[in-house]
């Protein structure tokens, strides 16, 4: 991370914990809700399956980037579908730089080749090893394995949500992170129980174990991209929603926290770990500040 970068956000962190400021920092573009998979755990994919023209995803980036967003995702869907005659995901990602935005990101489920270079971070879903990645994905496992192998660039970093079907795959994907080349990190998750999806949903001591196995790789020196101090809260989903610093714009609309927060009930049983992170660093956690420091200057 360059200084300037560093000095940016450090400067935002500490107006928003004196000044209890509830200005977004971190957005995320939906390019698409079009999908090449069906996975068991998803409930936004193919829900339309419109690709949306560049134009007005370069207009949602300028809203975003006004709003002062300086950290941005695009999501999917697949991002990987998306075009507009020429223009692919590559084009977004550098439009987005050329705009100032500080950090770019990009989510896929990584069946699709990845020559992404000018992203900070490309979050690849990896679901556990074969058996268990392929239940929840569908027989994707191996043609990933080879896109990273010859991914184009050093910036991918395993995302995966742990659920009742992968929840005893951690100790695999953190060491398959750890040995691939062109893969930096992996960043957890829970899953959020969606009503159609309810039956995958951890309860509290298997978040609690799925927790201390997450610890006890990173004690063994797993690229494990959360932040431990985290942990208690989102073992017992005490940590403040939604996130006030970070907004989703999907097809013109803009949400705060994420595209789910008109399901009922669904924020109270969030599982996204950069949530809790998120809001325990605005409130002035202060080993969560440290943490991430030190955690966000190792990966990115």
């Known amino acids: 991370m360059k200084f300037s970068t560093f000095l940016y956000f450090a400067k935002f962190g500490v107006r928003t914990i004196l000044f209890r400021k509830k200005d977004p920092i971190l957005g995320t573009i939906i390019v698409t809700d079009k999908c090449n998979l069906s996975c068991r755990h998803c409930s936004v994919n193919n829900l339309t399956g419109v690709v949306h023209p560049y134009g007005q995803i370069r207009g949602e980036m300028e809203q975003l980037y006004a709003m002062g967003v300086r950290i941005l995702f695009f999501c999917g869907g697949e991002t990987f579908l998306w075009r507009d005659g020429e223009k692919r995901l590559r084009d977004l990602v550098i439009e987005a730089k050329k705009m100032g935005f500080l950090i770019v990101n990009a989510v896929t489920n990584g069946t699709f080749p990845i020559d992404l270079p000018e992203a900070d971070l490309i979050l690849l879903s990896l679901d556990g090893d074969r058996e268990r990645h392929n239940r929840i994905r569908g027989e994707t496992y191996d043609l990933i394995m080879e896109n ?36 930096r990190a992996v960043s957890f998750n829970f899953h959020t129980p969606y009503p159609d999806t309810k039956d995958l949903a951890l309860g509290r001591e298997e978040k609690a174990a799925c927790c201390r196995e997450i610890t006890r790789m990173m004690k ?79 990966y990115i």
């Open 148 to 183: 990273i192998r010859h991914a184009s660039s050093d910036n991918i970093c395993f995302y995966m949500a742990v659920n009742q079907i992968n929840k005893d795959a951690i100790p695999e994907v953190c060491r398959t992170a750890e040995d691939m080349e062109h893969v």
């Open 220 to 298: 063994e020196g797993a690229p494990v991209f959360n932040l431990k101090s985290a942990f208690p809260y989102l073992i017992d989903n005490r940590f403040p929603t939604p996130c006030r610093q970070c907004v989703v714009m999907e097809n013109g609309k803009l949400s705060i926290c994420g595209r789910c927060i008109e399901v009922e009930g669904l924020c109270e049983s969030c599982g996204y770990f950069f949530v809790a992170e998120y809001t325990l660093l605005f409130r002035g956690n202060l080993r969560i500040i440290l943490e991430m420091l030190r955690t966000y200057l190792k």
